[in-house]
């Protein structure tokens, strides 16, 4: 049962645009979202979160949109920089929690 | 796709007892697993790194004592919470990587829910 799915398993974008990465999820008692960020041969870092409470969380370049009626959520990366490639886990949470399949993001110099 | 297996899916303990989490990796041999542990509203926090035939690599502040990690084969590494207390209490869950066409992805397990009484 997957709950939580990123269904583009890659993203190609051009150095200086914004990459998006999308996510759905099935379970609307989730109620705290994150995004991680894993480099070859690393465990994933954390990247950024959200409370089911807001629609939108702002870190530097990186800003999380949730819309809770879609169940979907949404990791903006603006300007890319090619540091960036690397796969994209979200994760929805409540008492546990569960990640989506990642989505490996190349940004092209 | 590749499956991780994460056994139990939810324990309750007494305090002073010891609790092992399995994680296996069900169609792939998995080289290299990692432990997390997660409080609520709060993100992952990586507690060791499990290689095949070697010791786990921990990281700074996770007592090895007290979480003990064996990964004696490529498809099964398990995570032992000893003499637990209910500061133990938490989500633990693991994840395994797999080189798949020369490209390394990372597989999570469904995570194991420890209550310590």
């Known amino acids: 049962d997957q709950q939580v799915k990123q269904n583009s398993p890659s993203l190609s974008v051009q150095e200086g645009r914004i990459s998006i990465l999308n996510c759905d999820y099935t379970?609307?008692?989730?109620?705290?979202f994150l995004w991680y960020k894993k480099y070859p041969a690393e465990g994933p870092t954390f990247l950024i979160s959200?409370?089911?409470?807001?629609d939108k969380n702002e870190d530097g370049r990186f800003t999380v949109f949730l819309n809770k009626s879609a169940k979907h959520l949404s990791l903006h990366i603006v300007p890319s920089q090619p540091g960036d490639s690397a796969v994209y886990f979200c994760?929805?949470?409540?008492?546990?929690?569960?990640f989506g399949a990642g989505t490996r993001l190349t940004v092209k110099p | 796709g590749a499956v991780v297996s994460q056994h139990p899916s939810r324990v309750i303990c007494k305090s002073g007892t010891s609790v092992k989490i399995e994680c296996r990796s069900l169609?792939?041999?998995?080289?290299?697993m990692f432990w997390y542990r997660q409080f609520p509203k709060q993100s992952l926090m990586l507690m060791a790194t499990?290689?095949?035939?070697?010791?786990?690599?921990?990281e700074q502040g996770v007592e090895k004592d007290k979480f003990l990690i064996n990964h004696a084969s490529l498809t099964l590494s398990t995570l032992t919470v000893t003499s637990a207390h209910p500061e133990d209490s938490s989500f633990y869950i693991c994840?395994?990587?797999?080189?798949?066409?020369?490209?390394?992805?990372?597989?999570f397990g469904s995570g194991t829910q420890l209550s310590v009484l």
């Open positions: 994840s395994a990587t797999h080189r798949d066409s020369g490209v390394e992805k990372l597989f």
């Open positions: 379970n609307s008692m989730f109620d705290y």
């Open positions: 959200i409370s089911s409470i807001k």
């Open positions: 994760a929805a949470s409540r008492n546990d929690m569960r």
């Open positions: 169609d792939f041999q998995a080289t290299t």
């Open positions: 499990s290689n095949e035939g070697s010791k786990a690599t921990y």
